[in-house]
């Protein structure tokens, strides 16, 4: 009998060994202010919508955005400003551009004259110039359809310090009354001169024009008046080159729309296709949604990224234009998506735009914590999640000691955030709804980044994409998996 439990014992002691148990994480908020967002970018006080002015200098990304300093509500846009070396930590530096009386200042871009075309710098000091829409918010009101005109600023000290062009607007409108956001980029001719391409939003299409010097500007073509989402009107474009997974040459347009996303209100769509002797010309008339979720809006990409970071930076604004001015935060509105890598993938033939969450965001992670459970705490407000999918469907739900939850699925080809419990929602009638994204190929794995007001999640490392904000009542404190997740992770975000 004494022979038979000694020979027990180390069985017992293997079985027990071979159950892992989960370390005990506890909770502790890093929430200073009721949804101020932890790591994505925040104004510190007033009002925020569109990234503008997206342009890399000397280590620094510079983050421009449209900006009321003087209420949490829209009102006369300025251009905010905050700089970062990591596209984590964010710099507020004082408001770039103010109104004047040409009208405010809407949405553009900002590019790095490096040769001096402008002739607003010197050859050893060549300008940053912001390329904007000057919006006569009085005119608008009267039966002009010129209130929208095209202008420039520059700046020679590092964008510290800003001078608007004596003879704004370089582009007069002609008389349309939607006519604006102009995203500029640089290109190389056949005969290997170089010439300014801006791509303007225009009414429900996009008219691009070609420049010398950002001063001077010529129509060359229009496009997408038959084609793409038509619920709204166009915004805040953005004309881009990639590599297919062949190594083919392709050009990618980004167009923001409101309304008429995928989950009304606003979205951006984009095309894909060839930029030949300045024609966009589209492969096919599919209407492709760069987010699936309700809230990354008007998105751009950074322009003069070094060539050895091979990649595309595209930020967006998180929120929607049905309910932006009403959610409720109180001494600020709005916060930009995380930033994230654009590239072509292929689905079956299929060209599609992956999302990738930037890799500087991994330098967030503080604390991993490996989970064999369907069920653990979450250590903070700011998490990532990371998990590998199984079988062809799926569930994550987040919950906190009132009951409210928000649900992450994929079932019967659909990926769903179901934010219909998922905390105040009185403050717009459909904000509380559940929003679902078709996925036709297969889901490997799934990376999820919570914030304090926010959830981004991202499948296949960003081949599908949906970004949602929200407010619980109180934060996030339980997650729970189906079995169909394994190698569940989470990690304690901190700055």
């Not at 930020?315 to 916060?335: E, H």
């Not at 219909?420 to 994204?437: V, Y």
Request: aromatic fraction near 12%; proline fraction near 6%.
């Amino acid at each position: 009998m004494n022979r038979l439990i000694l020979l027990l014992i180390p069985v017992c002691f293997l079985i027990i060994s071979g159950c892992q148990s989960d370390p005990e994480i506890i909770f502790q908020s890093s929430v200073t202010e009721e949804y101020r967002p932890n790591y994505h970018f925040t104004p510190e006080s007033g009002w925020m919508n569109d990234p503008n002015g997206l342009v890399y200098l000397d280590d620094e990304y510079h983050l421009f955005y449209q900006f009321y300093p003087d209420s949490t509500v829209w009102g006369p846009m300025h251009w905010g400003h905050a700089v970062s070396r990591d596209l984590v930590n964010w710099e507020s530096l004082p408001t770039a551009l103010y109104p004047d009386s040409l009208g405010y200042i809407f949405s553009g871009s900002a590019v790095f004259d490096a040769e001096n075309s402008s002739g607003l710098g010197t050859k050893e000091n060549p300008p940053l110039v912001a390329i904007f829409t000057h919006h006569n918010a009085e005119e608008a009101e009267t039966s002009s359809d010129t209130f929208q005109n095209q202008s420039i600023a520059f700046s020679l000290d590092k964008g510290r310090t800003w001078e608007k062009y004596s003879q704004n607007p370089v582009l007069k409108n002609p008389g349309i009354r939607d006519f604006r956001d102009p995203k500029v980029s640089q290109i190389t001719n056949p005969d290997g001169s170089k010439s300014w391409i801006m791509t303007l939003a225009v009414l429900d299409h996009i008219n691009f024009y070609s420049s010398p010097d950002l001063k001077n500007w010529s129509l060359l073509s229009e496009f997408g008046k038959t084609i793409g989402a038509h619920g709204g009107v166009w915004e805040c474009p953005d004309l881009l080159p990639f590599k297919t997974p062949a190594g083919e040459q392709k050009w990618v347009l980004l167009v923001s729309i409101n309304p008429g996303g995928p989950q009304n209100g606003s979205a951006t769509q984009y095309f894909i296709g060839d930029f030949k002797n300045g024609e966009f010309t589209p492969d096919d008339t599919m209407i492709r949604w760069i987010d699936y979720g309700p809230d990354n809006y008007a998105g751009v990409t950074w322009s003069n990224l070094p060539t050895e970071q091979n990649r595309t930076l595209f930020i967006g604004w998180m929120s929607n234009w049905l309910y932006a001015n009403v959610v409720p935060t109180k001494a600020w509105r709005s916060a930009m998506t995380v930033p994230r890598a654009l590239s072509l993938f292929d689905v079956d033939g299929t060209l599609l735009l992956k999302s990738a969450p930037a890799i500087e965001l991994e330098k967030l992670r503080s604390e991993e914590f490996e989970i064999n459970q369907t069920e653990a705490g979450l250590p903070s407000e700011a998490v990532e999640l990371t998990a590998e999918v199984k079988s062809d469907s799926f569930s994550m739900t987040l919950s906190n000691e009132l009951g409210e939850s928000v649900i992450i699925s994929k079932e019967n080809g659909l990926v769903s955030i179901d934010r219909r419990n998922a905390g105040k929602s009185d403050f717009q009638r459909d904000f509380a709804a559940m929003h679902s994204a078709p996925m036709s190929w297969e889901a490997k794995e799934i990376r999820i980044f919570l914030d304090a007001s926010s959830i981004e999640l991202f499948i296949n490392d960003g081949e599908l994409v949906m970004t949602s904000i929200l407010f619980p009542t109180s934060p996030w404190k339980n997650v729970a998996v189906s079995e169909s997740l394994n190698s569940l992770k989470i990690y304690n975000l901190k700055k």
